[in-house]
């Protein structure tokens, strides 16, 4: 408790602008998070030459499967992360859109495009993902949603056994603690697993609006993990009394303590070692402090290092398509489609809803000792609002299948603060937002009271690819996400933003004179403001990732030429490697992607277990 309330104080200096850079440069040699302190990893630069499993990337996957395998004190287990341990700041969850700016962000840039991204900063589509003990589990939204059970019946229906949704449902269970969640359909929930879920300990009065306006429109008030895929809900948040309760956090730092199990940050993985000729993994390059280590695997390697750093750790090692390795002169071990199939969603949260009070949160608001007394000492107030989004529908456009009345193609994420309250400017640094637009379109309105609605394309058929630039393991690979590549795409996204004003304007939300910001957005102000072909050029200038990336190592039958790992994540063509991560989804659910790779990491520590049961 002194501790927090330290650290609190801190807080309230540094949201008054006093003393900030020497603030953070303390707490980044600090090293570790108030809430994280009793769970201490005890780092160092001496390995064992050889462990049974080592696990690469210390994210959503690779933490489960970290904590699961190191279960049997027989087995030895070391899990390398090339980022560092979390800090104060990562714990907040209303300030996560700030952590893009920090070395916890990968900060990956997409190629130009020309179907999207066209009005953000150098025409380049910003590809947030986490770097450190946790990945990108500390610093997305925190939004707990599993997708639907459509998503996994369809993986099944590809030729992946034991994927259905009735079979992958205990796997969610298991991860999860959700004890102190209200209105959930219980059954389908769990109350002693590792992952604390709770709902943000704030409510702005639009969450009442947003889901009675929902139910005006004939959707349910459910539980959006229950039994019915399409409905209006508070959200659901990886936290824990008001903190973020990361992978790292849920699963390893609990179990840090075991003689088995060997954490090490600040481990950048350069190799896998793979024999070419018995086509088997046997270890790892990693380079920790400016130094090169070699480590050997007993029995696998298992690769958990993202969609995007999956596919270039195996391209690496030899593993992927083989005009494309041997085209920058590396030899190919396994020639296999690795990089492609890429999808991610993208979301429109660049438009401001304008009301008559001072009942929303912006940087300027939450600037008072009572809401940081209340978040530091209580674990409530509006600091708990993961990123700032307090509820969400999965609602169906008029492009959605029509063979199913519960699979949504929408999300709308309600937010409560619009982008003309982002002062600081860490969400339109996350959204790539370039300055200009940003002072044509809200510094007008700076000041005001705004929210949002934020559509989400849940369903995309555009896809697109991860690529390596070249044999250098330390460069960024060439990532080509290819958004709105499908005209679909960009229709049905039409459709989300016009159900999201539709909402906005609605009767309900009059009562404060709910008005759409009137700013035309640059790149568009030649066509009719809110006018489809309008809002279709806004798309495709300033819609921006969720930064659900998945599927650039897809999961399929033999047989299956798009395939990259079978329906146990094994390598095709490499013995005792898998992938354990969002990368091997055939398909993107329809959801939030974080909680489904935990249950993918559940999922996998079992079948790792009965492989090697016996040995």
Known sequence: MILRTFFGFCLILVTFGVCQAQFFNFLNGFGRSFSGSENVINDSDEFLDEYDFVVIGAGSGGSVVANRLSENPDWSVLILEAGKDEIFLTDIPLIASLLSITGYNWGYKSKKLKTACLGLIDGRCNIARGKGLGGTSIINFLLYTRGNKKDF???????????????VLPYFIKSENCSSCEDIAGEFHGKSGYLNIEHPGYQSPFVKLFIETGMDMGYPNNDPNGRNGLGFSRVQATMKKGLRCSASKAFLKPVAHRSNLKISPQSRVTKILIDHQTKQAYGVEFIKNKQKYTVRARKEVILSAGTINSAQLLMLSGVGPRSHLEGLGMEVISDLPVGYNYQDHMAMSTIAFLVNESVTVSDLTVQN????YNFIARGKGPYT???????????????????NDDYPDMELVLGAGGLNGDVIGGFRALLGIPQKFFDSVYAPLIGRPSFSIAPVLLRPKSRGRVSLKDSNPLHWPVIEPNYFSEEEDLATMVEGIKMAISIAHSNRFQRYNTRINPFPFPGCKHLRFGSDEYWACAVRHVSTTLGHHVGTCKMGPMGDPTAVVDEQLRVYGVKNLRVVDGSIMPNVVAGHTNAVIFMIGEKASDMIKDSWKGF
């Open 385 to 403: 609002i993961p990123g700032g989004a307090e509820a969400l529908a999965f609602v169906k456009t008029k492009y959605a299948s029509k063979s």
């Open 369 to 372: 000792p009572i809401d940081i």
């Open 153 to 167: 019946d369809d993986w099944e229906s590809m030729g992946n056994k034991g994927w259905s949704y009735e079979e």
